[in-house]
């Protein structure tokens, strides 16, 4: 019974999610690309993301979700420095990430940007594209993920380096906080919680509350060297806590 739900579910949402995602992203990458073309890059930004917000809303409500954002008022002033730090357990973090109209780019693999369409939405939001197996591209992802920092685009980095199979935090990579440390930018840790129930175990009938938890940000440039050192284990222990406290879905019993 959960499989044919989940199916259903699932089946629903692509039907009605690719034909508006098909129409809004040609239509954000026509006009993204011109502006960008043009240099104006900033104004690319506000543009393509302006067009492709309803999409992430018919996502969300298409799967049977709903975002419910808290401590918005954390998040940086636009074309500041900062990177976000959240927890990764499912493919509806970046959605719900995006719903709080931020649209950070992210150091995505290679295959991603294969995909038609997707790999011109991506070039959109300054995405990152890596190959794992090469230790050179590594280092030129990092070097150009900073760069979109420095330049007032901010980056998303899912520090666990890989998603959560179980829907339990795992260990934060210190090595994921470079971009922040190198670009001297501010860190904003982010706990979401129930997003795995809205896909990946996507077998409920009802609505599934995603909470999405913006955390004070830490400003890196003000963290001496022990602060550093230690700082991949302060972000994960404040998203740690933060997720904690969140309320589960469904309702843990009592």
């Known amino acids: ?119 011109g939405l991506m070039w959109l939001i300054h995405c990152v594209k890596l190959d794992r197996k090469s230790p050179r591209d590594a280092i030129k992802a990092i070097h150009d993920s900073v760069n979109n920092v420095e330049n007032g685009f901010p980056m998303m980095i899912f520090p666990e380096g890989t998603r959560s199979k179980n829907g339990k935090i795992a260990e934060f990579k210190a090595g994921s906080f470079k971009i922040a440390t190198r670009a001297k930018a501010k860190i904003v840790p982010v706990a979401i919680k129930n997003s795995r129930q809205g896909f990946e175990d996507a077998h409920y009938i009802g609505i599934v509350p995603i909470y999405v938890e913006i955390l004070p940000p830490i400003d890196t440039a003000l963290l001496d060297e022990e602060e550093l050192r230690t700082l991949h284990t302060r972000v994960e222990n404040e998203i740690r806590d933060a997720y904690d406290n969140l309320p589960s879905f469904p309702k843990k019993k009592k």
């Open 1 to 119: 019974m959960k499989s044919v739900i989940k199916f259903l579910r699932i089946l629903i949402a692509i039907v009605f999610i690719l034909p508006v995602l098909i129409l809004l992203g040609v239509i954000a990458l026509v006009f993204g690309s011109i502006l960008r073309l043009l240099n104006l890059d900033k104004l690319s930004d506000k543009v393509s993301t302006l067009i492709l917000q309803p999409v992430v809303w018919w996502i969300m409500f298409f799967l049977g979700t709903r975002v419910k954002i808290i401590g918005k008022e954390n998040l940086p002033k636009k074309g500041e420095k900062y990177c976000v730090i959240p927890n990764h357990s499912s493919v509806l973090d970046i959605p719900s990430i995006f719903s709080t109209g931020r649209w950070p780019g992210a150091v995505a693999k290679k295959e991603a940007f294969k995909i038609p369409l997707i790999n």
